[in-house]
């Protein structure tokens, strides 16, 4: 089973600041990592597909980036919404394994 | 609009069984591979079961496998999760979501509560 580490476990940015969101694989994942918002109460979202290619409806401000086993998301200037927890998941080999999330907390 | 809507959640006694739906709408349900995933409270999600679009794939976490059976009825539009001999650490929160081949779509989760 692939592990996806998620770091850090915990972020604090400010509004209007850049947060970089970073998940590691145990082994190769290739391109095929998927990045998801989830905010309290709510089911998750899908973000960015295949590392890099925002979902449909995702503002611009939201990136992915990274092949093989690291991968980052960025969200270049917070808006007061984006303060969620956020997951990756690799949809390379069975089964489909989830990071353990990061916190994305307003500071 | 893809939508999904789960149900069956409940209280439930260790041991016990219990059978969540997952109704869709918005796409055609029968060209999709579905999945399970769940929340246990406080926690992150946990992939449980995945079913291909005419049911001759399917997968299961090692936490499950022999516990639960994942099914569907494409001409009801139905996704289906039967759970047997069930315990404490099952619960959670319960999602299905469809495989967009990309990543997933998510309904809004039934809680299943597992505890005596």
């Known amino acids: 089973e692939i592990v996806l580490t998620q770091s850090p476990a915990t972020l604090s940015v400010s509004p209007g600041e850049r947060a970089t969101l970073s998940c590691r694989a145990s082994?190769?994942?290739?391109?095929?990592l998927a990045w998801y918002q989830q905010k309290p109460g709510q089911a998750p979202r899908l973000l960015i597909y295949?590392?890099?290619n925002r979902a449909t409806g995702v503002p611009a401000r939201f990136s992915g980036s990274g092949s093989g086993t690291d991968f980052t998301l960025t969200i270049s200037s917070l808006e007061p919404e984006d303060f969620a927890v956020y997951y990756c998941?690799?949809?390379?080999?069975?089964?489909?394994?989830f990071g353990q999330g990061t916190r994305l907390e307003i500071k | 609009e893809v939508q999904l809507v789960e149900s069956g959640g409940g209280l439930v006694q260790p041991g016990g069984s219990l059978k969540l739906s997952c109704a869709a709408s918005?796409?055609?349900?029968?060209?999709?591979?579905m999945n399970w995933i769940r929340q246990a409270p406080g926690k992150g999600l946990e992939w449980v079961s995945y079913?291909?679009?005419?049911?001759?794939?399917?997968y299961y976490a090692d936490s499950v496998k022999g516990r639960f059976t994942i099914s569907r009825d494409n001409a009801k539009k139905f996704l289906y999760l039967q759970m047997n001999s069930l315990r404490a650490d099952d619960t959670a929160v319960y999602y299905c979501?469809?495989?967009?081949?990309?990543?997933?779509?998510w309904g809004q989760g039934t809680q299943v509560t597992v505890s005596s």
């Open positions: 295949d590392a890099s």
């Open positions: 079913i291909g679009s005419g049911s001759s794939t399917i």
């Open positions: 082994q190769t994942v290739s391109s095929y």
């Open positions: 998941q690799q949809r390379s080999v069975w089964p489909n394994t």
């Open positions: 979501a469809k495989d967009g081949g990309i990543g997933l779509s």
């Open positions: 918005g796409f055609t349900f029968s060209s999709y591979s």
